[in-house]
């Protein structure tokens, strides 16, 4: 039986989910926050489907043997290929994942053009294509593959010179073109700055952290399971690397 004290469970490919654990602990301060990034085995972008959903269940299989009350999937292609599976697995657990902040961009800009800046997996899976489906009507949807970035905001290079390399040539061409660009990939928006720096700040920029923050409190809420004590932060990593750790908690306090 989960109690109200019980942690929420966080966990990402790497440090990227950091961006989404902000928005959880601005939202519920109370909460204790178990997060795990996973960067021994990313990143998790460039890998088959099947792969990314094994590691999703023996990633989460580690977490909720530690007694959670809630499971965040802060990882946009480990949502895409893996939340269904990891839903069916745990039955009983409030299992919450994020997806590209489409419909808010749609939304936002009826008729207008959005980008959308995600790994080469979750642009594939038919999660994302369901959302194309669904909003591409009222828009007109841009497909922006961005292999390499995550990694090097795992390098703590988000906002560095190697990085506008990298995206300048995939995103310069559309400055002054689009009307918003989703950040499908939790590690993204630690590399705003740069994609500003193309893009320039007439651009919108989305994610899906905060949306997926105010779904948990959501479902937490109506469980009957939401702490409003003080809570704890707590994060770990697969990888036995300090300096990822101090990482993370630098890109929270960030």
């Known amino acids: 039986m989960n109690a109200k004290t019980d942690a929420i469970a966080v966990f990402d490919s790497g440090v990227g989910g950091i961006s989404v654990l902000r928005q959880l602990c601005r939202l519920m301060p109370g909460e204790t926050m178990l997060y795990l990034g996973d960067s021994a085995n990313a990143p998790y972008g460039t890998r088959p489907a099947a792969e990314i959903r094994q590691l999703s269940l023996n990633v989460a299989e580690k977490l909720v043997a530690r007694g959670v009350k809630a499971l965040v999937v802060a990882c946009n292609t480990a949502t895409a290929a893996a939340i269904d599976v990891l839903r069916q697995t745990y039955p009983?657990?409030?299992?919450?994942?994020?997806?590209?902040?489409?419909?808010?961009?749609?939304?936002?800009?009826?008729?207008?053009?959005?980008?959308?800046?995600?790994t080469p997996v979750t642009l594939q899976e038919e999660k994302f294509q369901q959302l194309v489906a669904h909003y591409g009507g009222l828009c007109t949807v841009v497909k922006l593959p961005a292999p390499g970035l995550s990694e090097?905001?795992?390098?703590?290079?988000?906002?560095?010179?190697?990085?506008?390399?990298?995206?300048?040539?995939?995103?310069?061409?559309?400055?002054?073109?689009?009307?918003?660009?989703?950040?499908?990939?939790?590690?993204?928006?630690?590399?705003?700055?740069?994609?500003?720096?193309?893009?320039?700040?007439?651009?919108?920029?989305?994610?899906?952290?905060?949306?997926?923050a105010r779904e948990t409190k959501r479902r937490l809420v109506q469980a009957g399971l939401l702490n409003e004590t003080q809570g704890k932060i707590i994060i770990e990593n697969s990888l036995d690397d300090p300096m990822l750790l101090e990482l993370s908690h630098k890109l929270l306090e960030g």
């Open 152 to 212: 090097l905001v795992e390098r703590g290079k988000g906002d560095s010179g190697e990085a506008e390399a990298l995206l300048r040539p995939l995103l310069a061409p559309w400055a002054g073109k689009l009307d918003a660009l989703v950040l499908g990939c939790t590690h993204y928006p630690f590399a705003a700055a740069t994609i500003r720096r193309i893009l320039g700040d007439k651009v919108l920029l989305l994610d899906g952290g905060e949306g997926t």
């Open 92 to 118: 009983d657990l409030i299992v919450v994942g994020i997806e590209p902040a489409l419909k808010p961009a749609a939304d936002r800009f009826p008729g207008g053009t959005i980008g959308v800046l995600a």
